[in-house]
């Protein structure tokens, strides 16, 4: 009973950040997927950090052990962030698209996030959870979390990284790298459109009595399909290009919040 009472305590800060990353990761955080599923995911992952990691851990449950769940459950919360905003690439990347192409008046509700996204952001993020489940990626996310412990253990010094600005700099700075990639991965298609739209503005000047808004909208869907088929293939290497670059980005966030220096 002893040995229950003192264990407790770091089995629940193992719980907290294990539990913490699932509300916000993609894959396991979908709407679809059952909270007892994801709460006994969590539950057995942290059962086997405990076995062996947490046993070689000592905690006194004190006053302070609030601030020790608060701070595990913001790294938990931080890690699944920064995995979220490299899947939410696609999405961006799908929502410039509609706008050049004229899907952006025909958004639907994305049953994973249950909220409004992009037509064709929301088809690539289909794609993307494809290609991520089918090469193990979700294994790898499992593997990075218990792994998670060895750069971040339980007696990290988390919120003095926090004071120092070092994370949230990195967060900040990785939001504005996902959108520059997000741009890249939709210039094709905006360059595409952007000079159908020139060659509209030329067949109206040169032929003023056409109806560019009877001809335009139909042959920019056309082009942008057209273009689409055209774009697929190499759409499992950019996914794999984004995924290394998640990786890379995730292992950088623990080595901030360790205190590590990681090349930039």
């Known amino acids: 009973m002893d040995a229950i009472v003192q264990s407790f305590p770091i089995f629940l800060l193992i719980f907290c950040r294990i539990t913490a990353f699932f509300v916000v990761v993609p894959v396991f955080s979908a709407k679809n997927v059952p909270n007892t599923f994801k709460i006994g995911l969590g539950f057995f992952l942290s059962f086997l950090i405990f076995l062996s990691y947490g046993m070689k851990q000592t905690i006194v449950p004190d006053a302070g052990y609030l601030l020790y769940v608060v701070r595990e459950v913001l790294i938990g919360l931080l890690m699944g962030y920064m995995v979220y905003l490299f899947f939410s690439v696609v999405q961006t990347a799908g929502a410039f698209m509609d706008l050049q192409i004229g899907f952006a008046m025909a958004n639907v509700v994305d049953p994973m996030t249950g909220t409004s996204s992009p037509l064709l952001g929301n088809f690539k993020y289909m794609l993307l959870i494809l290609v991520f489940l089918m090469m193990n990626g979700h294994h790898f996310l499992l593997t990075g979390l218990m792994n998670s412990y060895e750069w971040i253990p339980l007696t990290n010094e988390f919120f003095t990284q926090l004071e120092n600005g070092t994370v949230t700099d990195?967060?900040?700075?990785?939001?504005?790298?996902?959108?520059?990639?997000?741009?890249?991965?939709?210039?094709?298609?905006?360059?595409?459109?952007?000079?159908?739209?020139?060659?509209?503005?030329?067949?109206?000047?040169?032929?003023?009595?056409?109806?560019?808004?009877?001809?335009?909208?139909?042959?920019?869907?056309?082009?942008?399909?057209?273009?689409?088929?055209?774009?697929?293939?190499?759409?499992?290497?950019?996914?794999?290009?984004?995924?290394?670059?998640?990786?890379?980005?995730?292992?950088?966030?623990?080595?901030?919040?360790?205190?590590?220096?990681?090349?930039?």
Do not use: C
């Open 170 to 264: 990195f967060i900040s700075r990785s939001f504005a790298n996902t959108f520059l990639l997000a741009i890249q991965l939709a210039a094709p298609m905006v360059v595409a459109m952007f000079l159908t739209d020139v060659g509209l503005a030329l067949l109206a000047k040169t032929a003023p009595q056409y109806n560019m808004f009877v001809i335009g909208i139909p042959l920019k869907l056309l082009v942008g399909l057209l273009l689409l088929v055209l774009l697929m293939p190499g759409m499992a290497s950019m996914f794999e290009r984004l995924f290394s670059i998640l990786f890379e980005n995730l292992e950088q966030l623990m080595g901030k919040m360790q205190g590590v220096r990681s090349n930039e």
